[in-house]
C-alpha cells in the first residue's frame, strides 16, 4: 500500500466517525425543526422559546399571533417557536 494513502486512512476514518456522530444528527435535527415549522396552523398549542404558551390564532408567512390569555394576543416569528404542545384525548 502507497505510503501516503497509508498516512492518509486515519484522517479519512475520523472524517467518517466525526460525519455519523456529529453531522449526520445534527442534520436530522435541522430537517425536524423545519418540518415542525412548516406544520404550524391555526389552533396548535405551542411553546416558544422563551418558556411562553399560547394557542395560535393566526398564520401569516412568517409571522403568528398566538394567544396566550384572555384577550392577550402576541405577534410573533414562526422560528419562536420552540415545540408543538400535543393536545391529550
Do not use: H, W
Not at 475520523?14 to 435541522?30: D, G, H, S
Not at 425536524?32 to 393566526?58: A, P, W
Amino acid at each position: 500500500m502507497d505510503p501516503a494513502i497509508q498516512s492518509l486512512l486515519p484522517f479519512i476514518v475520523l472524517f467518517v466517525v466525526f460525519y455519523f456522530l456529529l453531522i449526520r444528527p445534527q442534520m436530522n435535527q435541522q430537517k425536524q425543526r423545519k418540518d415542525l415549522l412548516t406544520s404550524l396552523k391555526e389552533g396548535d398549542k405551542v411553546r416558544t422559546v422563551c418558556g411562553i404558551y399560547g394557542r395560535v390564532e393566526n398564520v401569516n408567512g412568517d409571522e403568528l399571533a398566538v394567544r396566550i390569555a384572555e384577550k392577550t394576543t402576541i405577534q410573533m416569528a414562526r422560528f419562536g417557536v420552540e415545540s408543538i404542545i400535543k393536545e391529550k384525548d
